[in-house]
Antibody, heavy 122, light 106 residues
Framework: QVQLVQSGAEVKKPGSSVKVSCKASGGTFSIFSISWVRQAPGQGLEWLGGIIPLFNTTKFAQKFQGRVSITADESTSTAYLDLGSLRSDDTAMYYC???????????????WGQGTLVTVSS | DIQMTQSPSTLSASVGDTVTITCRATQTVGSWVAWYQQKPGRAPKLLIQTASTLQSGVPSRFSGSGSGTQFTLTISSLQPDDFATYYCQQYKADSTFGQGTKVELK
């Protein structure tokens, strides 16, 4: 059974950056893309971007271009989200999610992490 | 970017009701639409993919339809466990989600 386990909650100052990890187990890591989706308090879901670990191929939502980085370490089956220039409206639960098919970032998600709460506050 | 407009934002219903949620895309997305259920404090759960294919283990009272720009999620004979928030997602180009529909007890 595939499991995605994320790193713990973070509190950051405006203007700083945050790095969240997502460790996969129970499946083949390299060929399934991992995406990051966030949810502000009481709000809907927002896709930030994704990566295919085997090729280090990435895609990002236009809104986050230049401010987000997604990387993957095949040796530890872990994906990472780096979000910089943090603002108060970046306060959200950040989820990693695995695509249901291989070699594609544009897909639906069948496995999700438990979420990491990132709070941006001065 | 492709936007997904979901309606209604809130839906009040009773156990046993049949409810329908609609999602409209700003441009055609073929059948590349998924539906998720989310309960408070939990990650979303995949219900339907490719507009109408039920995910394994999801009860058959859930069904999806549509293609192009108009999609629907129908829940027949609503059960107590179905009170939750539902999201559509297009994945034809990147991913975008609808704003969500909260199904609440009337």
């Amino acid at each position: 059974q595939v499991q995605l386990v994320q790193s713990g909650a973070e509190v950051k100052k405006p203007g700083s950056s945050v790095k969240v990890s997502c460790k996969a187990s129970g499946g083949t890591f390299s060929i399934f893309s991992i995406s990051w989706v966030r949810q502000a308090p009481g709000q809907g879901l927002e896709w930030l971007g994704g990566i295919i670990p085997l090729f280090n191929t990435t895609k990002f939502a236009q809104k986050f271009q230049g401010r987000v980085s997604i990387t993957a370490d095949e040796s530890t089956s872990t994906a990472y989200l780096d979000l910089g220039s943090l603002r108060s409206d970046d306060t959200a639960m950040y989820y990693c999610a695995r695509a249901a098919g291989s070699m594609n970032i544009d897909l639906f998600f069948d496995y999700w992490g438990q979420g990491t709460l990132v709070t941006v506050s001065s | 970017d492709i936007q997904m407009t979901q309606s209604p934002s809130t839906l009040s219903a009773s156990v046993g009701d049949t409810v329908t949620i609609t999602c409209r895309a700003t441009q055609t997305v073929g059948s590349w639409v998924a539906w998720y259920q989310q309960k408070p404090g939990r990650a979303p759960k995949l219900l339907i993919q490719t507009a109408s294919t039920l995910q394994s283990g999801v009860p058959s009272r859930f069904s999806g339809s549509g293609s192009g720009t108009q999609f629907t999620l129908t829940i027949s004979s609503l059960q107590p466990d179905d009170f939750a928030t539902y999201y559509c997602q297009q994945y034809k180009a990147d991913s975008t989600f609808g704003q969500g529909t909260k199904v609440e007890l009337k």
